[in-house]
């Protein structure tokens, strides 16, 4: 990991291919290597999150591909049509989190 205060990394931050990682702290610039994901273990809470949050997702495209349903659903959760999908989402996600 190396630190710099170089005018030219100010401010920069992402990645560059999948090999750097450009990071701000305070005033510092930190270049670190791409993490590697391929040996992370989920725990079981996140794997059912996960299940959760994609059956949500396609209940919530469902919805959203049927003029009727989607109408419905905009009035009922009271938002406007482009926040209808992220809210949809939220709402299926509480839902089966309560169940």
């Known amino acids: 990991m190396a630190?710099?205060?170089n005018f030219l990394l100010k401010n920069l931050?992402?990645?560059l291919g999948k090999q750097l990682v450009f990071k701000q702290y305070g005033d510092l610039t930190v270049v670190?290597?791409?993490p590697d994901m391929?040996?992370?273990i989920f725990s079981d809470r996140q794997l059912q999150n996960q299940a959760v949050m994609e059956a949500a997702n396609e209940e919530a495209k469902r919805?959203?591909?049927d003029d009727?349903?989607?109408h419905a659903?905009?009035?009922r959760l009271n938002v406007t049509a482009n926040k209808?999908?992220?809210a949809l989402v939220r709402e299926l996600f509480a839902n089966v989190r309560k169940a």
Do not use: D, N, W
């Open 3 to 5: 630190r710099s205060k």
């Open 13 to 15: 931050s992402g990645h």
């Open 32 to 34: 670190s290597r791409y």
């Open 38 to 40: 391929e040996k992370r």
């Open 63 to 65: 919805i959203m591909a």
């Open 68 to 70: 009727a349903l989607r």
């Open 73 to 75: 659903a905009q009035v």
């Open 84 to 86: 209808l999908y992220t």
